[in-house]
C-alpha cells in the first residue's frame, strides 16, 4: 500500500492531524519590553500634563469692600486658587487661617486678590502720619524708620518775646516714616524741615496742636534705640 493510499485512509478514517503548540511570550521579548516601555510612559506624560493644568495655589481675596483700618476675619475673604510665578509671594497665603489681631492697612476691593503688605497689626492700621517741623540740620540726622520720643516745649506767653517753658516728653516711641530729600545748594542748611513721623491715632490731635501752637519739637532717641537726635534747635 503506498504512500498516498495511507494518507487517503487516515482522512477517511478522521484521524486528526497532530497541532502546533503555541508559545508563550517571554519577558525577553524585546518587542514586548518595548511596548510596556511605552505604555509607562504614556501614563507618566499622561500624569505629568493633569498635575501641570492643576499647578494652582490657594491665595486670599475680598469677598467685599474692605476698608482701612478694620479688623479682617476669615468671613471678610475667601479662598481661591490661582496660577502664577513670582508674583505669588506679594499675596496672602490662602492656606494659611487669618490671625485675630489683623487689621486692613489699606483698602481692598470686592473680587481683589489680598496683597501681603494690606494686612497689619491694629497700631498699624490706626497710626496716621503727621509732619513734624525740625531744622534742615537736624533732618539730615533722621533716618526712615528710626524710632523716637516726641518733646515740645510750649511758648511762655508770659514772657517777653520768644521764650519757651521747661520740655515735656510729648510721645514715646514714634517712628520716622519719611525724611525731606538733602538739597546741595548754597543755604540749603538753613530754615525748618516737615519730618513724617508715625503717630498714634488717640495722640494725633496732640502733635497737631503743639505744632500749630509753634512748640519747639524736639525728637529724641527711644530707650534702647540707637538713633541720631534731631530737633528745631
Do not use: C, H
Not at 525740625?134 to 508770659?158: E, F, K, Q, T, Y
Not at 498714634?200 to 541720631?228: C, E, H, M, W
Amino acid at each position: 500500500m503506498g504512500t498516498a493510499t495511507l494518507r487517503a485512509g487516515r482522512e477517511q478514517t478522521g484521524t486528526p492531524r497532530p497541532a502546533r503548540r503555541l508559545e508563550r511570550p517571554s519577558w525577553r521579548d524585546l518587542r514586548l519590553v518595548l511596548g510596556l516601555l511605552l505604555v509607562l510612559l504614556s501614563v507618566a506624560g499622561g500624569i505629568r500634563l493633569v498635575s501641570a493644568f492643576d499647578d494652582t495655589t490657594p491665595v486670599y481675596a475680598a469677598a467685599s469692600d474692605l476698608l482701612p483700618g478694620q479688623p479682617v476675619t476669615s468671613g471678610d475673604v475667601l479662598t481661591v486658587d490661582v496660577r502664577m510665578g513670582e508674583e505669588l509671594a506679594r499675596y496672602v497665603d490662602g492656606s494659611a487661617p487669618i490671625q485675630p489681631g489683623t487689621y486692613l492697612i489699606r483698602g481692598v476691593a470686592a473680587g481683589e486678590l489680598v496683597p501681603a503688605g494690606a494686612l497689619g497689626s491694629a497700631r498699624q492700621a490706626l497710626d496716621k502720619t503727621v509732619s513734624v517741623p525740625v531744622d534742615m540740620v537736624a533732618a539730615r540726622s533722621l533716618v526712615a524708620g528710626a524710632v523716637v520720643d516726641v518733646w515740645i516745649s510750649r511758648r511762655d506767653p508770659g514772657a517777653v518775646g520768644e521764650a519757651y517753658q521747661d520740655p515735656v516728653r510729648l510721645l514715646a516711641g514714634a517712628v520716622i516714616d519719611s525724611v525731606p530729600a538733602q538739597g546741595k545748594g548754597l543755604g540749603s542748611g538753613l530754615g525748618r524741615s516737615s519730618v513724617q513721623v508715625v503717630v498714634p491715632a488717640d495722640q494725633v490731635g496732640a502733635v497737631i496742636g503743639a505744632v500749630d501752637q509753634g512748640a519747639r519739637v524736639t525728637l529724641v532717641p527711644a530707650p534702647r534705640a540707637s538713633n541720631p537726635v534731631a530737633s528745631d534747635r
